[in-house]
């Protein structure tokens, strides 16, 4: 699967490896991603930071290996900048839940991250036979609920709760996208000129 964006920068997908290990190992130590995403939760989703070695290796095992889940490396011109993925997997409901970091920060307002989704769009609701994506987001990201709005993910309701490391309380929302909602926001979206999906090989 691949984009090309209008100025020429080349957006691949191809599924994460063993040897991308250092790269995913540097974006679990940065504070940036780590305040943002839910790596891996803990009880009531708090923080579980700091993550030593043996953690971090076992959530790349996760990634790779677990099999209700399908992680993609991101690769801008040929250099892998994050991952996007689908994690709970489930064909009898057609259910999947998305995840998506850009992991090295001067990729990030570049439109990487929403080309990178409508990759994935375009691969769950055609290829994989999915009928809904979702997905839990913090209250406060604005970057992330920006980019899901403007692929068609609407508010559904407050799904949980979430501590960060100074005991401050944030709220975790989920998100939805059916298929049809996809179909007719893919037609509306300012996506890329040269945006193409191909079969993943
Ligand atoms: C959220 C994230 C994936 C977005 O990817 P990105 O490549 O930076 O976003 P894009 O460049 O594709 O931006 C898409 C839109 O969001 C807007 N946007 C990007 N960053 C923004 C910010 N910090 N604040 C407000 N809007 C922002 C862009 O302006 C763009 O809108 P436009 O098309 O109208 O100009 C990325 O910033 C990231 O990895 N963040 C850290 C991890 C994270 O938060 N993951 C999601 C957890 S739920």
């Known amino acids: ?22 790269r ?31 953690m971090m290796d076992q959530y790349i095992d996760v990634l ?6 399908k992680t993609f490396a991101i690769e801008v011109d040929g250099n892998h900048v994050g991952n996007v993925g689908l994690k709970e997997i ?3 409901t057609k259910k999947a839940e998305l995840f998506i970091e850009i992991g090295e920060s001067d990729y990030r307002g ?5 080309a990178a989704m409508a990759i994935l769009m375009d691969y769950v609701f055609t290829q994989m036979g999915l009928d809904e994506m ?10 992330a609920l920006r ?15 979430h501590y960060d490391q100074d005991g401050r309380y944030w709220q975790v929302w ?15 979206l300012n996506l890329p000129g040269n945006l193409v999906t191909k079969p993943l090989l």
Request: aromatic content about 12%.
């Open 174 to 188: 989920l998100m939805r996208l059916p298929k049809a909602r996809w179909t007719f926001c893919r037609q509306q």
């Open 134 to 143: 979702v997905l839990e987001v913090l209250e406060f990201n604005q970057a």
């Open 1 to 22: 699967m691949f984009a090309l964006l209008n100025d020429n920068l080349e957006i691949k997908l191809r599924f994460l490896e063993r040897q991308d290990n250092p």
């Open 110 to 114: 570049l439109g990487v991250g929403k």
């Open 147 to 161: 980019v899901y709005q403007q692929l068609g993910f609407e508010l559904s309701h407050r799904s949980g709760w």
């Open 64 to 69: 790779l290996s677990d099999r209700s889940r």
């Open 90 to 92: 489930n064909f009898e």
């Open 24 to 54: 995913v190992r540097k974006w679990l130590q940065d504070p940036y991603i780590l305040d943002l995403t839910f790596v891996i939760p803990g009880p009531e989703k708090r923080a579980t930071l700091p993550f030593d070695e043996k």
